[in-house]
T-cell receptor
């Protein structure tokens, strides 16, 4: 299967600071990647679709100014949580796939804790 | 609103038994279906993909698809305690990269 690498795997930050999470497709080019958020014992919640070379598409209820997404190349998408607050603490996961109607490959996930 | 539904469980089966996980979906146009396994604190990993009606077998796993009934299932034979995890059903929205995930079924295999 394809490899998607996500970093960092774990981060603790202070309230009010920003955190950047990177998602790289290592062995394929991804024009589209997805960012999810997952609370304990809950399913994946799609936050946004990251599009290479253009603006991300955000799901309803997700603040685009708080969750900044940049997809500057075919192998890298980043999610920046700006002015983080404790309620932003969650497990963030990215995914990419090689083509339409094909399986998604997930990054390892990032556990964000805001203190 | 396109949806994917799963029983949240937990589904408990004894070691060595067959575990049967079910999923229904609402989008009749969907063509691609996936099962992911997620251990606690980890990201999902792909178990099976299925695109055509019928059964698809891979080792101890069998995926079954019935597009007329909008139903997809996963059978795990000879269940092991290491199979204990949450199993997510995912449906690809036709012609897109986008997926809809079910809420997942928590499976417990009892030793």
């Amino acid at each position: 299967g394809a490899v998607v690498s996500q970093h960092p795997s774990r981060v603790i930050c202070k309230s009010g600071t920003s955190v950047k999470i990177e998602c790289r497709s290592l062995d394929f080019q991804a024009t589209t990647m997805f960012w999810y958020r997952q609370f304990p014992k809950k399913s994946l919640m799609l936050m946004a679709t990251s599009n290479e070379g253009s603006k991300a598409t955000y799901e309803q209820g997700v603040e685009k100014d708080k969750f900044l997404i940049n997809h500057a190349s075919l192998t890298l998408s980043t999610l920046t949580v700006t002015s983080a607050h404790p309620e932003d603490s969650s497990f963030y996961i990215c995914s990419g796939n090689k083509g339409v109607n094909t399986e998604a490959f997930f990054g390892q996930g990032t556990r964000l804790t805001v203190v | 609103q396109k949806e994917v539904e799963q029983n949240s469980g937990p589904l408990s089966v004894p070691e060595g038994a067959i575990a049967s996980l079910n999923c229904t979906y609402s989008d009749r146009g969907s063509q691609s279906f996936f099962w992911y396994r997620q251990y606690s604190g980890k990201s999902p990993e792909l178990i099976m993909s299925i695109y055509s009606n019928g059964d698809k077998e891979d080792g101890r796993f069998t995926a079954q698809l019935n597009k007329a009934s909008q139903y997809v299932s996963l059978l795990i034979r000879d269940s092991q305690p290491s199979d204990s995890a949450t199993y997510l059903c995912a449906v690809n929205m036709e012609g897109t990269y986008k997926y809809i995930f079910g809420t997942g079924t928590r499976l417990k295999v009892l030793a």
